[in-house]
Structures are given as structure tokens and as C-alpha cells.
């Protein structure tokens, strides 16, 4: 199994910025890819972003450019940089693992979720 503990979260105006963090444990050595999700109240989940294990990335549409990902494979963790926040990036924040080298629909493994929220 693994686990997946989000940190980074929280409150922040429009315009701002917010890291999270991910950190994988228990039995990682199965994993390839890792990414972010969202899903605001009423929509869908959606994929935010995902790396691969070699640091190939790919991003929704509507975070391309403001968003980055990153990796760091020697500490298991995974990164989200979100800057120039919008209202609409406000939603729960998820992350995950996959034995696949891309993030698809769903994932192997997921985090607990990080709350974002984006005021005007």
C-alpha cells in the first residue's frame, strides 16, 4: 500500500499564490506517476496536473501557465506551485499516485485532500 499525506492548503485572494505538498510512504517503489486533482462543489474531478517518474509533465487547460508541478523523487514528494489564483481554482485538492507512467481518469492511490480556497 501506499499513503499519500497532502499539506499546503488553504485560504488566499485572487491573484495570489499557494504550494502544496504531497509526501508518499509505505511500498512506493511501484510508482511512477504522480499528480494533482481537484474537484470544486457540484463538478467532477478533474486532473490538475501529473509528472512522471522521469519528470514528464502534463496540465488541464485551464492551469497551463499559471500552475507548475514538480517532483522530488529522493524525499517521495511531489509538488504544486499554483500562482496568479482565481476564484475557480477554489476546490478540494487531491493527490495521487499511479503505477502508469501518465495520470489518467482515475489513479492507484490518493491522498485525503487539501482544501483551497480563492476570495476576491
Known amino acids: 500500500q501506499v499513503q499519500l499525506v497532502e499539506s499546503g492548503g488553504g485560504l488566499v485572494q485572487a491573484g495570489g499564490s499557494l504550494r502544496l505538498s504531497c509526501a508518499a510512504s509505505g511500498i512506493i517503489g511501484s510508482i511512477n506517476a504522480m499528480g494533482w486533482y481537484r474537484q470544486a462543489p457540484g463538478k467532477e474531478r478533474e486532473l490538475v496536473a501529473g509528472i512522471s517518474s522521469g519528470g514528464s509533465t502534463n496540465y488541464g487547460d485551464s492551469v497551463k501557465g499559471r500552475f507548475t508541478i514538480s517532483r522530488d523523487n529522493a524525499k517521495n514528494t511531489v509538488y504544486l506551485q499554483m500562482n496568479s489564483l482565481k476564484r475557480e481554482d477554489t476546490a478540494v485538492y487531491y493527490c495521487?499516485?499511479?503505477?502508469?507512467?501518465?495520470?489518467?481518469?482515475?489513479?492507484?492511490?490518493w491522498g485525503q485532500g487539501t482544501q483551497v480556497t480563492v476570495s476576491s
Open positions: 495521487a499516485a499511479d503505477t502508469a507512467q501518465t495520470m489518467g481518469v482515475k489513479a492507484d492511490y
